[in-house]
C-alpha cells in the first residue's frame, strides 16, 4: 500500500491542483482533466495511433539505434588512444555546443523533408551523451584491472564493454529524453504526420483539450520509454547494480 501511494501520490496532487486551478480560473487554454481524458481517448484510442503515434516512435528508435551504433562505435577508439582524443576533443566541443534544433533547416536541405531528415536530427542530438559518456567510460579504466584482466586472460574488449558499460548506460539514458524532444521539434518542420505536427495542428485549430491530450500522450511515452530503459539496464548491469546494493 505505501509502496502505490508514494508512485502514485504526487501525480494524484497535481491532476487534482490541476482540476482546482481550471475550475476556478475558467481559462479556455487550460480544460479540465475530465475533458482532456475525454479527448484522450477519441483521439488516440483510433486511427491517430497508427498514423501518427507509431511512426513517431519508429522514427525515435530508428534514430536512437543509430546514434548508439555512432557514439559506441566512435568513442571506444577515441577513449582508448590519449593521441586520438587530443585530436578529436576540440572538434566534438565545438559540434556539441551546437543546439540540434539549429540543424533541422539544414538537414532538411540536405536529407529533403521526409522521415530521412526526421531520424537525422534525432541521430544529431542523441549521439553527443553517448559519444561523451562512452570516451569517459573508457578513458577512465583502471590500469591495474587492465593488467590483471590482462595476467588472467581476459579479452580486452570484454574489459572495456563491461569496465565502461555503465558510464555508457548514463549516456544512453541521456540520450533517450533528448531524441524525444528531437522527435517532437523534427516533426513540427515540414510534416504531414507524427506526435509533434498532430499537436501543432490541435494548436492552430483551437482544439486545446486534443492539444492536451496529445502532450500527456508525450509525458506518458517518456514515461514508459524510461521505465522500460531502467528495467534492461537492472538486467544489463546486473553485476553493477548488486555491487552497489
Known amino acids: 500500500m505505501k509502496a502505490i501511494l508514494r508512485v502514485l501520490g504526487l501525480p494524484a496532487l497535481l491532476v487534482l491542483a490541476w482540476w482546482a486551478y481550471s475550475a476556478s480560473a475558467d481559462n479556455f487554454y487550460v480544460p479540465d482533466p475530465g475533458r482532456v481524458a475525454a479527448a484522450f481517448a477519441e483521439t488516440w484510442f483510433g486511427e491517430r495511433l497508427l498514423d501518427d503515434a507509431l511512426p513517431s516512435l519508429g522514427r525515435l528508435l530508428a534514430g536512437y539505434v543509430v546514434a548508439t551504433a555512432v557514439g559506441v562505435g566512435l568513442g571506444v577508439p577515441i577513449g582508448l588512444s590519449a593521441r586520438l582524443r587530443a585530436t578529436a576533443e576540440p572538434v566534438l566541443e565545438f559540434f556539441r555546443a551546437i543546439p540540434p534544433p539549429v540543424l533541422v533547416p539544414l538537414i532538411m536541405l540536405l536529407a529533403g523533408i521526409d522521415d530521412t531528415m526526421k531520424v537525422l536530427v534525432i541521430v544529431s542530438g542523441c549521439v553527443w551523451p553517448i559519444l561523451l559518456n562512452t570516451v569517459e567510460g573508457v578513458r577512465a579504466l583502471d590500469g591495474v584491472l587492465a593488467d590483471t584482466c590482462r595476467m588472467y586472460g581476459i579479452s580486452r574488449r570484454h574489459l572495456i564493454l563491461r569496465g565502461a558499460s555503465p558510464q555508457i548506460m548514463a549516456g544512453l539514458r541521456q540520450a533517450l529524453s533528448v531524441g524525444i524532444i528531437l522527435m517532437v521539434i523534427s516533426e513540427m518542420f515540414a510534416s504531414s504526420s507524427g506526435l509533434g505536427f498532430t499537436?501543432?495542428?490541435?494548436?492552430?485549430?483551437?482544439?486545446?483539450?486534443?492539444?492536451?491530450?496529445?502532450?500527456?500522450?508525450?509525458?506518458?511515452?517518456?514515461?514508459?520509454?524510461?521505465t522500460a530503459f531502467r528495467w534492461c539496464e537492472r538486467r544489463i548491469l546486473f553485476w553493477h547494480w548488486s555491487n552497489r546494493a
Do not use: D, H, K, T
Open 199 to 226: 499537436i501543432v495542428l490541435f494548436q492552430r485549430g483551437f482544439q486545446i483539450a486534443e492539444m492536451w491530450s496529445g502532450i500527456l500522450l508525450l509525458g506518458l511515452l517518456g514515461f514508459a520509454l524510461s
